[in-house]
């Protein structure tokens, strides 16, 4: 039996290579992935694209996207009702760089749009406007918004130089924005230092976006707070994700893995501050989804929904097929009941975490000049038209 369970372990949580979203390079017209209808009776939505410059005088403001990635999310999870959240990104530059954008759809599986961002790096560019026009055309019409005119559909337009006006074969952002506006996306956009040029469009952009203009330093002005609860957080995160078990058929099991592939890609290389606030947002009624994906035997099991007996061996994962019944279920048991433990822990830390950062956050006057704060009040503000209730205290750092 012990030798069982280790196997299991070690066959669940093997590293492999980190598979990323398929990126779009060109600079004409691309074909839009399905729109997605919403099911009944679901939680309410808030669908959120960053639209990121990354040549190389965004290399600060990057860096702080990468931290704060998950300090955005546990903020858009605080909001009453609990909504379901999904990110995807389009990272641009300009024609004769490395590329000229990459896409990476929506997607509740937050971790795999994390594992995408941590590997862009600030290069290119240099001559002044970049494709933006094309980073616009892309976030609307090349990612999947669901069908649903009651989600929060939002783009933040994050970059520091113009667009290029002069491409003969752009569809220029006036037209994507217009286009934005029939779906039900509002178009924000975040000037980062303070070229007059950017300013002007960006404003436009805002306005007809029906967003708003915001404007931070040049490397994004984030909070950054380190606390004595973070180094904790952070192991306790990593032993959270080991409590989860996928099931399936082969195919299946193969996609299954890369998320387990993308955590350990995060708990390797991000900061631990990082890792802690993955960890708050992986334990919110939001942050469920990111955490357990889909096919996870755990979850599926402990709450009823699937009756172990009643999947097929060879979709259980190697070394459970040759577990007997009662050995399977006990396995069940042992990891529901760990789980429920890491993730009470969590929250208990998380919410002294939290207490710690407002402390902090005070004593230095506030954060109101913050890239955290500015994009949390663009949403508290326009969320509410769709329902969706936050807290003015309810930004998480």
């Not at 069982?4 to 004409?28: D, E, M, R, W």
């Not at 530059?93 to 971790?111: F, H, P």
């Not at 998380?350 to 407002?358: C, G, M, N, V, Y």
Request: with cysteine.
């Amino acid at each position: 039996m012990r030798s069982k369970i280790i196997a299991l372990a070690l066959f669940a949580f093997t590293a492999a290579t980190v598979v990323l979203y398929p990126t779009s390079q060109s600079v004409g017209a691309i074909t839009p992935p399905p729109a997605i209808a919403p099911p009944a009776n679901e939680r309410p939505r808030v669908e959120m694209v960053f639209v990121l410059d990354t040549t190389g005088s965004m290399g600060g403001l990057i860096q702080a996207a990468k931290e704060k990635v998950w300090s955005i999310a546990t903020t858009m999870a605080s909001a009453q009702p609990a909504p379901e959240i999904r990110m995807g990104l389009v990272a641009y530059r300009d024609r004769g760089d490395d590329y000229v954008t990459r896409v990476v759809d929506l997607s509740a599986d937050l971790d795999a749009i994390y594992a995408t961002l941590m590997d862009f790096q600030a290069a290119g560019g240099g001559d002044g406007p970049e494709s933006v026009n094309q980073a616009l055309y892309d976030a609307v019409h090349g990612v999947s918004w669901s069908q649903d005119p009651q989600a929060y559909k939002v783009v933040f337009l994050v970059g520091d130089a113009p667009p290029h006006m002069d491409y003969r074969d752009d569809t220029q952002y006036p037209e994507s924005i217009a286009a934005a506006r029939q779906r039900g996306i509002v178009v924000n956009a975040i000037q980062c230092g303070r070229n007059g040029v950017t300013t002007r469009n960006w404003q436009q952009i805002a306005q007809l976006g029906q967003g708003r203009y915001l404007q931070v330093e040049q490397a994004g002005g984030a909070v950054a707070i380190t606390t004595p609860f973070d180094e904790k957080l952070a192991t306790l995160s990593e032993r959270l994700d080991k409590t989860r078990i996928y099931y399936g058929t082969a195919e299946e099991k193969t996609k299954r893995q890369e998320k387990l592939d993308a955590a350990d890609k995060l708990h390797a290389v991000s900061s631990v501050e990082s890792r802690a606030r993955r960890a708050a947002f992986n334990t919110s009624t939001s942050g469920k989804a990111n955490f357990l994906g889909d096919g996870e035997l755990v979850d599926d099991v402990a709450s009823g929904r699937v009756e172990l007996s009643t999947i097929d061996r060879d979709h259980l994962p190697q070394p459970m097929q040759a577990m007997a019944p009662e050995e399977q279920e006990k396995l069940i048991t042992e990891t529901a009941n760990r789980r429920n433990e890491l993730q009470q822990q969590i929250k208990t830390l998380s919410e002294q975490r939290s207490a710690f950062l407002r402390e902090k956050v005070e004593e230095i006057g506030g954060a109101k000049g913050s890239l955290d704060h500015k994009i949390y009040s663009a949403v508290r503000e326009q969320a509410t038209k769709k329902g969706l209730r936050y807290e003015a205290d309810a930004l998480n750092y």
